[in-house]
């Protein structure tokens, strides 16, 4: 025998080379990680403060362009109670479906003007 075959891992058996190799694989995991978790400065810097409250219509703005402030209006104003959806129906199915202004809606005068022309434009049922 010349080499490693001389060494103690090179006589090894299998099993207890292979509990060996498992060992140092686990150590060197575990050291590893911990110069990761030790590396990490983050955990001495303060968390920023979080952002201001935004307007869902800015956000639906960014996300989609108008179509989405539409949307998003539409939806607000129906669950205000401001507009309703009619479904017409035949025979029991539903056939359509149309958004009008609620037949008694809460006081017109607390909407600002985009939430107000979307309103309005709900007059005759769309």
Not at 18 to 39: K, S
Not at 99 to 125: K, M
Request: glycine residues 8%.
């Amino acid at each position: 025998m010349s080499g490693w075959q001389d060494t103690f891992i090179g006589r090894m058996p299998g099993p207890e080379f292979l509990g060996l190799y498992g060992t140092v694989i686990a150590l060197l995991f575990a050291w590893v990680r911990w110069r990761v978790w030790a590396a990490d400065r983050t955990l001495e810097v303060a968390a920023p403060d979080p952002p201001e409250v935004w307007d869902p219509v800015d956000l639906a703005f960014l996300r989609g362009d108008a179509n989405e402030v539409l949307r998003l209006v539409v939806v607000e104003l129906v669950q205000r109670g401001y507009l309703e959806v009619r479904q017409g129906k035949f025979l029991g199915m539903v056939t359509s479906q149309r958004i009008a202004q609620a037949d008694r809606p809460p006081a017109v005068e607390h909407l600002g003007p985009l939430r107000r022309r979307v309103f309005d434009f709900f007059r005759d049922p769309a």
